[in-house]
C-alpha cells in the first residue's frame, strides 16, 4: 500500500525529530508499563500480607457465625471437614480455631480480647503469627497452657513473659462464665494494629475446655496452593465448602474493603493512562503538524496528481501511526526491560513499611511483568493516536492544491 | 475526451482576496485544441501560474468557467474533480517536483497506483517510460541522487504515465541549464508528436518560446497576443536568455 509506504518512509525523513518524539512516546509507554508491574507487585504483596497473616486464602464457618460471632454457631461435623479438606488438590493447608469474645486481667488493666483457640501445628503451615514472636514463644501444641498476646495488649495490662493474667469467657451451652488463669507465654506483633491490639492466642484444646465444647471450631482457615484460587469465582471449592450448615469464603469477601480499596487505585492508574496517552498523543500531533508543514508543497503535489481529499487524511492518520507503534516498540522493550531490572534486585520499602488497610506491608515489592499491561495500553495509545490523527488528517484533506503548491520550499 | 476542443474557457477571472485584492486573471476566452504544444509568456505576475491552476482545476475561479473535453471542471465535487486531473492531467513543475522519499519507478507508478492499476502493469509502464526519457538505468533511484535535468525527465515520465490527455508544465526549465532544458524540450516535443498529448507550459525561457508551436502572452490577467508558427514574436530571441523578474 503506496500509502503506508510514504507515510513509513517519511517517519525516517526528519531522523532527529522522529528520535525525540519516539523517545517521548516510548518514556511514556514505558513508565506506564513500570507503573502497573510496580501497582500489582505491591497488590501481590498486600494480599500476600493479609492472607498469610491470618486470614488465609479463605475461611469456612457455620452458617450465621459471621453475623452472630455466638460460641454456639459452630461448624457442622468438623472431622468430615478436616478429612474432605486433607485430600483436597488445591488446598496447601488448613487450620481450625474457636474464637470467643473474652476478658482478660492483669493486676494492672482490664481489656476485651478476642480469644483463639489454634492448633499450632496447622497453624504454622498457614499464618505466620509464628513469625511474628517479638518475645516469648509460640503456642506449643493444642492444650498448651500458655497464652500468646499482641504486643499492644501486652503494654496495656502491662504484662511480661511469665506473668499471669485471668481470662473470663461464657460456655456455650450454658452461658456460665468460666474462668481460667494464665501465664503468658509468648508476645507477638504483627503488622496488622487491631490484632496487636486485641487478640489472645492459646491452644485449641484449652479454649475448648474454657467454652465446653467437644471436638468443634468456629472457623477453618483455609491456603491454597495459589493466590489465584481465592480470585476465582468459578472455582467448584466455594459449592462444595458451603453445604450441610457450613458456608465457604474467599478472602474477597472477607475483606471486601481491601479489595475495593484497590479497585479504586486501579481505576486511578487507569485515568493517570489515559492522560499520560493524551499527552503523549500530543506529541504525535505536533511532530505531524511540523512535518506537514514542512511538506505542504509536496502535498499539492501528490493532490495535483490526483489524490483524493481522504487518501490525503489517511496518510496522515498513517504516518501518526506509524510514529505511534515505532514509539511503542521501543517503550515496550524499555518498560519491559526496567521492569525486569527491578524484579531482580526489588523495590525497597524504606524503614516503617507502608500501611495500607490496617495491614503494614514491609517486604520489597517486585514489580509484576504480565502482558495484559501490553496490550491494554498499546490499544489505548494506538486509538488515542489514531483519534488526535483525525485533526491533522482533516487539515490536509482540506488543502486546496494551488494554496499548497505556492508554498515553495 | 474524445473531443478536438480540449480546453476552453469562457470570461475566466481569478481575484485573490488575501488582504490587498490583486486581479490575477481578468476575463480570459481561450480555446486549446488537442495535441498543441502551446507556451504561455508573460512577465512575472501576470497571471500564468493562476492560469494553469485555473484550467487544471487546481484553483477556482472567482468567476467564468473551464471545459475540458466539454465538462465543466467547476460542477464536480472534491473528489471527482481528483479523479478527473489523475486520469486527464499530467503536472511537471519548476523544481520539488518529485516525492523525495520514492525512487524514480515509485514517484511514476504513483498516479496508476490511484489508478487502481495492477503491480505487473505499472511496472511494464515504468520501464517503458524511464526508456522513454533515457532513465532506465535510474529505475530505483532516490530523486537526491538524480540531477535536476534527469529529476525533470523524471517528471515527464510521472505526467505522461496515465495517458493523460494534457500535460500542464509551469516553468519546467527554470532551474536547468540551456543544454539540458533544450534536451528536455526536444524530448517532451517528441512524446507530443509520437503520442497526440497536448502540452501547455509557462516559461519565461527563450528556448522553451522558440520550440513552443504557439505562443500566448499574458500581461496583467489578459491576452495580449495569440501567435503561431513563424508569426510569432519572441522577446529576447539574439540568443540571451531573457532576465528574471
Ligand atoms: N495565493 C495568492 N494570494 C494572493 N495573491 C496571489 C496568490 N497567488 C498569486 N497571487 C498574485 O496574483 C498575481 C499573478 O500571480 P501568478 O503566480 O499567477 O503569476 P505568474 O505569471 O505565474 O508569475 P511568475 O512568472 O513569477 O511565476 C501576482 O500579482 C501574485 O502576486
Ligand atoms: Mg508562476
Known amino acids: 500500500m503506496v500509502f503506508l509506504k510514504l507515510a513509513w518512509r517519511n517517519l525516517f525523513r526528519n531522523r532527529g525529530r522522529t528520535l525525540v518524539s519516539t523517545a517521548a512516546i516510548s518514556i511514556g509507554f514505558a513508565a506506564m508499563i513500570f507503573y502497573h508491574g510496580i501497582f500489582y ?245 505536533n511532530t505531524i503538524f511540523m512535518s506537514l508543514y514542512e511538506r505542504t508543497f509536496e502535498f499539492g503535489v501528490l493532490l495535483a496528481q490526483g489524490t483524493r481529499p481522504l487518501q490525503m487524511g489517511r496518510i496522515i492518520v498513517l504516518e501518526s501511526l506509524s510514529l505511534a507503534v515505532v514509539g511503542l516498540i521501543a517503550g515496550s522493550l524499555l518498560g519491559l526491560l526496567v521492569t525486569l531490572l527491578f524484579q531482580n534486585i526489588g523495590l525497597g520499602m524504606s524503614g516503617e513499611g507502608v500501611e495500607f488497610m490496617n495491614v503494614t506491608v514491609t517486604t520489597d515489592i517486585y514489580p509484576v511483568l504480565e502482558p495484559e499491561p501490553f496490550v491494554k495500553y498499546s490499544i489505548g495509545f494506538m486509538v488515542c493516536t489514531f483519534l488526535i490523527s483525525l485533526y491533522p488528517a482533516f487539515h490536509a484533506a482540506r488543502l486546496k492544491p494551488a494554496r499548497a503548491l505556492s508554498r515553495e520550499l | 475526451m474524445e473531443d478536438s476542443e480540449l480546453i476552453l474557457t469562457e470570461d475566466l477571472e481569478k481575484t485573490y482576496q488575501d488582504g490587498v485584492e490583486v486581479r490575477a486573471v481578468r476575463g480570459i476566452d481561450l480555446l486549446i485544441e488537442r495535441g498543441e504544444f502551446t507556451a504561455i509568456v508573460g512577465p512575472s505576475g501576470s497571471g500564468k501560474t493562476t492560469f494553469l491552476n485555473l484550467i487544471s482545476g487546481l484553483d477556482t475561479p472567482t468567476a467564468g468557467r473551464v471545459l475540458l473535453g466539454g465538462r465543466e471542471i467547476g460542477n464536480m465535487s472534491g473528489t471527482e474533480l481528483s479523479d478527473f486531473r489523475r486520469d486527464h492531467i499530467g503536472f511537471i513543475f519548476q523544481a520539488y517536483n518529485l516525492i523525495p522519499v520514492l525512487t524514480a519507478t515509485e514517484n511514476i507508478e504513483y498516479v496508476m497506483i490511484l489508478q487502481g492499476i495492477d503491480r505487473k502493469k505499472r511496472r511494464e509502464r515504468v520501464m517503458e517510460l524511464l526508456d522513454l526519457v533515457g532513465l532506465a538505468d535510474k529505475a530505483d533511484t532516490r530523486p537526491t541522487m538524480l540531477s535536476g535535468g534527469q529529476k525533470q525527465r523524471v517528471a515527464v515520465a510521472r505526467a505522461m504515465a496515465a495517458r493523460p490527455s494534457i500535460i500542464l508544465a509551469d516553468e519546467p526549465t527554470a532551474n536547468l541549464d540551456s543544454v539540458t532544458s533544450g534536451e528536455l524540450l526536444d524530448m517532451m516535443h517528441q512524446l507530443n508528436r509520437e503520442t497526440g498529448m497536448t502540452f501547455i507550459f509557462s516559461t519565461h525561457d527563450t528556448l522553451v518560446m522558440q520550440r513552443a508551436e504557439r505562443l500566448l502572452t499574458l500581461r496583467d490577467g489578459k491576452i495580449t497576443a495569440d501567435e503561431t508558427g513563424s508569426e510569432k514574436s519572441i522577446p529576447g530571441i539574439d540568443g540571451k536568455k531573457k532576465d528574471e523578474e
Do not use: C
Not at chain 1, 112 to 126: A, H, N, R, W
Not at chain 1, 164 to 193: H, K, M, N, W
Open chain 1, 41 to 285: 507487585g505491591m497488590k501481590n504483596n498486600m494480599y500476600r500480607t493479609a492472607t498469610e497473616s491470618f486470614l488465609g486464602d479463605a475461611q469456612i464457618h457455620g452458617i450465621g457465625y459471621r453475623s452472630s460471632r455466638k460460641v454456639e454457631d459452630l461448624i457442622t461435623d468438623l472431622p468430615a471437614l478436616t478429612d474432605s479438606l486433607e485430600a483436597e488438590e488445591i488446598v496447601r493447608a488448613y487450620s481450625p480455631r474457636v474464637y470467643s469474645y473474652a476478658m482478660i486481667s492483669s493486676p494492672a488493666n482490664v481489656s476485651s480480647v478476642q480469644l483463639i483457640g489454634v492448633d499450632p501445628e496447622k497453624e504454622k503451615k498457614l499464618s505466620n503469627m509464628d513469625e511474628n514472636i517479638a518475645g516469648g514463644k509460640y503456642i506449643s501444641g493444642p492444650d498448651d497452657n500458655g497464652l500468646v498476646i499482641g504486643i499492644k495488649l501486652a503494654e496495656i495490662l502491662r504484662l511480661e513473659i511469665g506473668d499471669a493474667a485471668v481470662v473470663t469467657v461464657s460456655e456455650a451451652a450454658s452461658g456460665d462464665l468460666s474462668q481460667a488463669l494464665f501465664r503468658v507465654s509468648g508476645i507477638f506483633d504483627t503488622g496488622d494494629r487491631n490484632m496487636n491490639r486485641s487478640v489472645a492466642l492459646a491452644g485449641i484444646e484449652t479454649a475448648r475446655g474454657m467454652l465446653a465444647l467437644e471436638e468443634s471450631a468456629h472457623e477453618v482457615a483455609v491456603d491454597f496452593t495459589s493466590l489465584e484460587y481465592g480470585l476465582s469465582d468459578s472455582l467448584f471449592f466455594w459449592d462444595k465448602y458451603s453445604r450441610d450448615g457450613n458456608k465457604a469464603l474467599s478472602w474477597r469477601e472477607l475483606a471486601p474493603q481491601l479489595v475495593s480499596a484497590f479497585q479504586m487505585s486501579e481505576n486511578i492508574i487507569s485515568f493517570v493512562g489515559l492522560i499520560m496517552f493524551v499527552l503523549v498523543a500530543f506529541v504525535i500531533l
